[in-house]
């Protein structure tokens, strides 16, 4: 089992709509958890931490639930500028913070 | 907002060279790392760097790769012998002390050995 697995993708979706991102971890033993987005052949931008209690910036809400080990990423009212690859990253407890990141999820954003 | 910076951008060499990717952290941050992306592929980590050593390495991080800190504001990846696998982007990404506290990284140096 890959250590942290998402939606394959690629999610194509009007201006305005709301769009979810899911992810599975492996590790039970992960201590933090990140949604980063990556612009094509950029480096990956923090997006938003995600937090046990789940939490909101925005337009972007993020969820855990530690005992599926599962993160969400929802956005609303989607912007073009939204379009991306949205990264899902983990990092183990016990390690040096090292991040592990899953392949990502591209979404593409349409007028 | 300071941030990573990195240098090359871009960094053409001839397979069998060596190449030194540069990168200054963020100034207060203490834990360093290095990343590389091939191609279509999931970024992945290659070391992390606290205190003047290695912290934690990943088995991509052979013989053929080092990380030196030169002075206090540099952070360096040295590969040695290139061979054409290693062309990927390579970042580099700084954070606070605090573990859970996010890494912020570089634009990356685009590596292509030919």
């Known amino acids: 089992r890959k250590e942290v697995e998402q939606d394959p993708g690629p999610f194509n979706v009007p201006e305005g709509a709301t769009v979810a991102f899911n992810c599975t971890y492996s590790n039970s033993a992960s201590q933090s958890f990140f949604w980063y987005r990556q612009d094509c052949r950029k480096e990956p931008k923090l997006l938003m931490s995600?937090?046990?209690s789940g939490n909101e910036d925005g337009r972007f809400t993020a969820q855990l639930n530690r005992a599926s080990q599962y993160i969400s990423l929802l956005i609303r009212d989607s912007k073009l500028s939204d379009s991306a690859t949205y990264l899902c990253v983990v990092n183990k407890r016990g390690s040096q913070g090292n991040l592990i990141f899953g392949k990502g999820t591209k979404l593409s954003v349409k007028p | 907002e300071p941030e990573v910076t990195q240098t090359p951008s871009h960094q053409v060499t001839q397979m069998g060279q060596e190449v030194i990717l540069r990168c200054v952290p963020i100034s207060n941050h203490l834990y360093f790392y290095w990343y590389r992306q091939i191609l279509g592929q999931k970024v992945e980590f290659l070391v992390s760097f606290y205190n003047n050593e290695i912290s934690e390495k990943s088995e991509i991080f052979d013989d053929q790769f080092s990380v030196e800190r030169p002075d206090g504001s540099n952070f360096t990846l040295k590969i040695r012998s290139t061979k054409l696998e290693d062309s990927a982007m390579y970042f580099c990404a700084s954070r606070m002390i605090d573990n859970n506290q996010p890494q912020h990284f570089g634009d990356g140096t685009r590596l292509s050995i030919l």
């Open positions: 995600v937090y046990s």
